[in-house]
């Protein structure tokens, strides 16, 4: 499959700490995704970036920041982590063509207690 | 947005049977995938498919633009299917967005 890395994946941190994922690919693909799943909800898109330092915010961003400073990684942050955040993160990759399939890691559980 | 509606919301086969899974649009998509998400989590690519018919091994889809809809056809059920099946429509104008739907439980007994 894709060569998709998600770390950690699993954390368990505190309210009001600081939480950074990190999202590695190696196939070299333009566009990555963030995603979070959360029960009743199915899969929601939190920010992506089209390129090197070029990010924006999808349907869920608030409370989360991102950064890309090289093709092949892509880091969300929660400044300040609170319970809502609870979730399981999904990073995802697709290619430089218009329309073209994402392919997902194997994802991020994060409890913040 | 785009309302993505998959139904039926939960399934129970046993081994060996067919099954028929829907995903609704509320408009027209240009471009689709299913997914199937593993009792381990991991979310696996089935098909990309913005029309017509595919197919590979014991799983076919179908989309049908015009009509705002899709099937996936799983024959001959074995328990490795069970899992979350997930439609996703791409949004056009850039990015190669998803918007998912939320999903429809399978579970294929012995």
């Known amino acids: 499959d894709a060569g998709i890395t998600q770390s950690p994946r699993h954390k368990v941190t505190e309210t009001g700490t600081p939480v950074t994922l990190r999202c590695h690919q190696t196939?070299?693909?333009?566009?990555m995704y963030w995603y979070r799943q959360d029960p009743g909800h199915g899969l929601r898109l939190i920010h992506y970036?089209?390129?090197?330092?070029?990010?924006d915010k999808g349907e869920v961003s608030d409370g989360y920041s991102v950064s890309r400073s090289k093709t092949e990684d892509f880091l969300l942050t929660l400044e300040s982590a609170t319970s809502s955040q609870t979730s399981v993160y999904f990073c995802?990759?697709?290619?430089?063509?218009?329309?073209?399939?994402?392919?997902f890691g194997d994802g991020t559980r994060l409890s913040i207690l | 947005g785009i309302q993505v509606e998959q139904s039926p919301p939960d399934l129970i086969l046993q081994e060996g049977a067919n099954s028929t899974l829907r995903c609704n649009f509320s408009?027209?998509?240009?471009?689709l995938q299913w997914f199937h998400q593993n009792p381990w989590g991991q979310l696996i690519n089935l098909f990309y498919?913005?029309?017509g018919t595919k197919q590979n091994g014991r799983l076919s889809a179908t989309t049908v633009a015009t009509e705002r809809y899709s099937l996936l056809y799983i024959s001959s059920s074995q328990t490795t299917d069970s899992g979350v099946y997930f439609c996703?429509?791409?949004?056009?104008?850039?990015?190669?967005?998803?918007?998912f739907g939320t999903g429809t439980q399978l579970k294929v007994e012995l």
């Open positions: 970036s089209y390129g090197v330092k070029d990010t």
């Open positions: 408009d027209s998509v240009n471009n």
């Open positions: 995802a990759i697709s290619a430089d063509r218009v329309n073209q399939p994402q392919h």
């Open positions: 196939e070299n693909h333009r566009y």
């Open positions: 996703a429509y791409i949004l056009t104008g850039g990015g190669n967005k998803l918007t």
């Open positions: 498919i913005p029309s």
